[in-house]
């Protein structure tokens, strides 16, 4: 069974920016894909971004050109480099593992805070 933990998180000033890490542990079985969510108080969990086992990422509008994904599969840690951050940006951020198996796996989450 695959157990993903999240880092990374803080609060940081609008404008600045913070890279969370989501490292896997346990049987990862390939292909698979690393989603990034996150979920603002009081809001439904959103997609953010993806990346598959063969490094190609998609995102969601309101992220493109700020957070990039990307995955070091030697150190099975996937990465969510987010630049430019606004307030709306707050949110708890997780990652989910979804594999050909149809396994999903969720890290327990961190906590990004942007001040404004």
């Known amino acids: 069974q695959v157990q993903l933990v999240e880092s990374g998180g803080g609060l940081v000033q609008a404008g600045g920016s913070l890279r969370l890490s989501c490292s896997a542990t346990?049987?990862?079985?390939?292909?698979?894909?690393i989603h990034w969510y996150r979920q603002g108080s009081g809001k439904q969990r959103e997609l953010v971004g993806s990346?598959?086992?063969?490094?190609?990422?998609t995102y969601v509008d309101s992220v493109k050109g700020r957070f990039t994904v990307s995955r070091d599969n030697s150190k099975r840690t996937a990465y969510l480099q987010m630049n430019g951050l606004k307030p709306e940006d707050t949110a708890v951020y997780y990652c989910?593992?979804?594999?050909?198996?149809?396994?999903?796996?969720w890290g327990p989450g961190t906590q990004v805070t942007v001040s404004s």
């Open positions: 346990g049987k990862i079985y390939s292909p698979n894909t």
């Open positions: 989910k593992y979804s594999d050909f198996l149809k396994n999903n796996i």
């Open positions: 990346i598959d086992s063969y490094g190609a990422p």
